[in-house]
Every structure is written in structure tokens, then in C-alpha cells.
């Protein structure tokens, strides 16, 4: 499930001139199963089951830039009952990263319902069937080296590297819409990061198929950056790889992601595991993250055309999407 998390920013994504809105952006995974590992108290880093809302507001007037979310409500349930509901009477200015619970369980086959409403702003609703499963992952290959930057990372100033290529492929149903993330179970020499899995930057070497890497709102990856000689952990949007299943050419699609570390940015300096995470995504979040996308390429054009956002919020701005999944988990031993 999918909500949109900014509203403006440096990248204007509303209007300046129409009345403010409620925006949301939330993605659950029906199938992801990791809060049942035995990495249970810190497995939740990588979980999709996040919601993020927060209210529009108008930059030609500052006062308003400030402007909170007051009392706030949202549920979501399903033809038969609440599964879930949200209340807060305090002033906050948004609310980022909100998980849904375990104990809540979405039917494959059920549509669901989002009402979410606040003091001064008009009601938002949405409604979604969860997307069909995608196929199983299949393993081709996997490929590790050492590499060498062309510019140094981090504080010690060296350009060694490790990298790891993993080639896999899946069946194609081309009435679907596909999101590739990458997570990562690893250890760092840092006293400052755990070994918990998060999402990991990746690149794609191969592909039969084309697609484009998009922010995933509320969600996270963790980089060191070296300022005045010290090094600190920051956390940044984690991407995806989306791809339309109508526009794979053959019967499978087939992917190589490179993944590198110990390069002074990623945290990790060696991995235990890698998983290849393929969400099946309602194709309201693929054309909504595909705007975005657009628009980021062509915001220094005054001669495109304007960009519509769309997604299935009514009456506000985001998309609520519950997506399926299928996984590829791949343990090193020895570490790599």
C-alpha cells in the first residue's frame, strides 16, 4: 500500500494556487514474511507496511509553511469491518513512516478501504484490490569482485571496493506492474550500525526489459558521508526498479542488479544475505511513481508539459496501493 510523503518541496509537486489537501503514501506487501524471522526486533527496518500523511501547504505563504496536522484520523478496513484505526489530537506536522501491525491480515482477495480526515481540510478516501502474485524468482547466476573508484568515498580516501552481481529471471504476466528492491543482511566495522536488513542502492547492469529506478516514500537506506573528517550515518529514500509487464519482450524477464560496499558510502563491509524482493504493484502506484520520475527529469524544461500526478486518493493527493511479492534470498557462507 503506497501514500504520497511530500507534497512541496524544492520539487514542486502542487499547485500553489488551489486549496490545501490531505497527501498519503503508503505501501504494505501482503506477503512479505520477514517480521517472522529470527531477526525479529530489528527485522521491522525492511518491512512494507508503511503509511505517511501529511497536509499541503502554499510557499507564497510562510506562515502556513508550519501548519500542522490536527486531529487527525484515518482507518482502514475491508467490506466487513475496521482492521485498523489511527487517532491524534496533537499538533504534529506530518506523519512519517506509520506502521501497520502484523496482527492486521489482508485477504488476496478482499478490497480495502482508506478514510482519513483532519481538522480543516477536506476528507480523502481510496480503495484497492490487492495485484495478482508474481511468479517465483529463479537464480542464474551470481558474480563478486573487487572494484575500483574512479573518485574516493568517505574519509579514508580510498578507491578500493567489493561488488556483488546477482542474475535472476521470473515469468512475465503482462497484465502486471513490477518493483525490484533489494535488501541486505550485513556487518559494519562501525560501532554505529547493526546488522539488520535494510534496502540496499543498487544498479542494473542487464536487463531484456526496460524500466527506471523511482523513490520509494517511507522508506530508507542508510549511507556514511565523511564531513569535516568525520564520519556519520544518514538515512536516505531507498529506490526501486519498475517495470511494466507489457513491455517485456519475451516469456521471462531477466535482471542483473549490482550491488557494491566496503567503498566508504555503504555501510556494510562484508553480507551474510541478499534478498531480491519483486513486488507486484497496483498499476495506480506505477503511474504515479512513473510522474514522478518524468517530472525529475524534466523540471529544468520551461517548455514540457505539465505533469499529473494521478494516483487513487480522492479528494487529496497520493496513492494507496497493497502490493504481493515473491523473494529471492541468497545466504553467503563463507561472508562475502
Known amino acids: 500500500m503506497v501514500l504520497l510523503i511530500r507534497c512541496e518541496s524544492n520539487d514542486r509537486y502542487y499547485r500553489p494556487d488551489v486549496p490545501e489537501k490531505l497527501c498519503a503514501f503508503g505501501i504494505i506487501d501482503?506477503?512479505?514474511?520477514?517480521?517472522?524471522?529470527?531477526?525479529?526486533?530489528?527485522?521491522?527496518?525492511?518491512?512494507l507496511r508503511h503509511l505517511?500523511?501529511?497536509?499541503?501547504?502554499?510557499?507564497?505563504?510562510?506562515?502556513?509553511?508550519?501548519?500542522?496536522?490536527?486531529?487527525?484520523?484515518?482507518?482502514?478496513s475491508s467490506s466487513e469491518k475496521?482492521?485498523?484505526?489511527?487517532?491524534?489530537d496533537s499538533t504534529v506536522k506530518k506523519i512519517?513512516?506509520?506502521?501497520?501491525?502484523?496482527?492486521?491480515?489482508?485477504?488476496?482477495?478482499?478490497?480495502?478501504?482508506?478514510?482519513?480526515?483532519?481538522?480543516?481540510?477536506?476528507?480523502?478516501?481510496?480503495?484497492?484490490?490487492?495485484?495478482?502474485s508474481p511468479s517465483k524468482l529463479k537464480l542464474i547466476s551470481i558474480n563478486r569482485g573487487k572494484a575500483t573508484l574512479p573518485i574516493p568515498n568517505g574519509c579514508d580516501r580510498d578507491t578500493a571496493a567489493k561488488y556483488v552481481t546477482i542474475n535472476f529471471s521470473f515469468n512475465k504476466d503482462q497484465n502486471l506492474y513490477y518493483a525490484v528492491m533489494v535488501e541486505g543482511w550485513g556487518f559494519s566495522f562501525s560501532s554505529s550500525f547493526a546488522p539488520y536488513p535494510v534496502f540496499?542502492?543498487?544498479s542494473i547492469t542487464e536487463s531484456n526489459t526496460p524500466g527506471f529506478f523511482s523513490e520509494m516514500q517511507g522508506l530508507n537506506t542508510y549511507h556514511y558521508v565523511c564531513t569535516e573528517n568525520q564520519i556519520k550515518l544518514e538515512a536516505s529514500p531507498a529506490h526501486v526498479f519498475l517495470i511494466e509487464g507489457s513491455?517485456?519482450?519475451?516469456?521471462?524477464?531477466?535482471i542483473s542488479v549490482y550491488i557494491q560496499y566496503w567503498d566508504g558510502y555503504s555501510p556494510y563491509v562484508v553480507f551474510k544475505a541478499i534478498r531480491i524482493r519483486l513486488l507486484s504493484v497496483p498499476k495506480e502506484l506505477y503511474h504515479f511513481e512513473k510522474s514522478l520520475?518524468?517530472?525529475?527529469?524534466?523540471?529544468?524544461?520551461?517548455f514540457t508539459e505539465p505533469i499529473y500526478l494521478g494516483g487513487n486518493i480522492k479528494g487529496g493527493i497520493g496513492v494507496f496501493a497493497i502490493c504481493r511479492s515473491s523473494n529471492l534470498k541468497i545466504?553467503?557462507?563463507?561472508?562475502?
Open 200 to 202: 540496499l542502492d543498487f
Open 293 to 302: 520520475y518524468t517530472y525529475k527529469k524534466t523540471a529544468g524544461d520551461p
Open 30 to 47: 501482503i506477503d512479505d514474511t520477514a517480521s517472522s524471522s529470527h531477526y525479529e526486533p530489528l527485522i521491522h527496518q525492511s518491512s
Open 82 to 88: 475496521e482492521l485498523f484505526r489511527y487517532f491524534s
Open 247 to 254: 513491455k517485456i519482450p519475451d516469456p521471462k524477464c531477466s
Open 331 to 336: 545466504n553467503f557462507s563463507p561472508l562475502i
Open 52 to 76: 505517511s500523511f501529511e497536509k499541503s501547504f502554499q510557499s507564497e505563504y510562510p506562515k502556513e509553511m508550519t501548519d500542522s496536522i490536527r486531529e487527525f484520523e484515518f482507518t482502514i
Open 96 to 132: 512519517i513512516d506509520l506502521r501497520i501491525p502484523d496482527s492486521v491480515v489482508f485477504n488476496p482477495e478482499e478490497k480495502y478501504f482508506l478514510h482519513a480526515k483532519e481538522k480543516s481540510v477536506q476528507e480523502i478516501s481510496a480503495e484497492i484490490i490487492p495485484t495478482k
